[in-house]
């Protein structure tokens, strides 16, 4: 129902659909923190990949219907599950990045902090990540939406590249928007996850080497010296 609907409701009938709304919506809410925390707890428990919807629908203790109605698959449940995280570093980065450019600190540099960020928070969520990739969900949402992982990745990083030119730290012929892709590339979740558990390689080398990538573009042809 719509806003325009909600509002043509006669006033004879407000109070006891009013009341009856109300209480839907607490018991939809309820139950969707409920599986969220069931589903967060089985995760950490038995690994992403090992946990079905029917596992977490018995152990949250809500039917399957109820499950399904509010996450059509096990990677809509990971995303949900990262909504808190990723906004809690997308206003931790903000508030930095703010702050050093308060401190005059040059895009580069801001961009060289905002990438060795990425690696770290992608460390913590890749299971989640790779289930949400592995189905297609990124791929499958309009590519403006603001609150999937890698769009607002690209928008930062691509802001940063472009604020670099503006400043004369990096030339104006650069692809700003291949560029932006070709540095998140290495933290998409299965070539990242791949890195880790079958490369072996460390946060650390990660690190240096996307920044050495980020680094090299500072001596691109035509750049000014900063």
């Known amino acids: 129902m719509n806003k325009l609907e909600e509002n043509m409701i006669s006033l004879g009938t407000i109070d ?4 009856s709304c109300r209480q839907e919506r607490r018991d939809a809410a309820a139950n969707r923190a409920r599986i969220l ?7 950490a428990q038995h690994g992403v990949p090992n946990v079905n919807m029917a596992d977490i629908a018995q152990a949250a203790e809500v039917g399957k219907g109820t499950l399904y109605r509010r996450f059509t698959n096990k990677a809509e ?10 906004i809690d570093f997308q206003n931790g980065m903000i508030a930095r990045m703010q702050q050093m450019s308060a401190q005059k600190m040059p895009k580069m540099e801001q961009l060289d902090q905002f990438i060795d960020a990425l690696i770290y928070f992608t460390d913590a969520h890749a299971p989640l990540l790779c289930e949400v990739q592995r189905a297609g969900l990124l791929q499958d949402q309009e590519p403006d939406r603001l609150e999937l992982p890698h769009f607002w990745q690209f928008m ?3 802001g940063l590249l472009k604020a670099a030119v503006s400043s004369g730290e990096l030339p104006e012929n650069l692809d700003i928007d291949y560029l932006a892709d070709a540095l998140l590339a290495p933290l998409k979740a299965d070539l990242f996850y791949y890195q880790r558990e079958t490369r072996g390689f460390s946060l650390e080398r990660i690190s240096a080497g996307l920044r050495a990538l980020v680094a090299g573009l500072r001596h691109s042809n035509g750049a000014a010296s900063v």
Do not use: N, P, R, Y
């Open 77 to 86: 449940l990971c995303l949900a599950l990262m909504d808190t995280q990723m």
């Open 37 to 43: 925390q069931t589903a967060e707890k089985l995760f």
């Open 16 to 19: 006891e659909s009013g009341s």
């Open 156 to 158: 930062t990083v691509s």
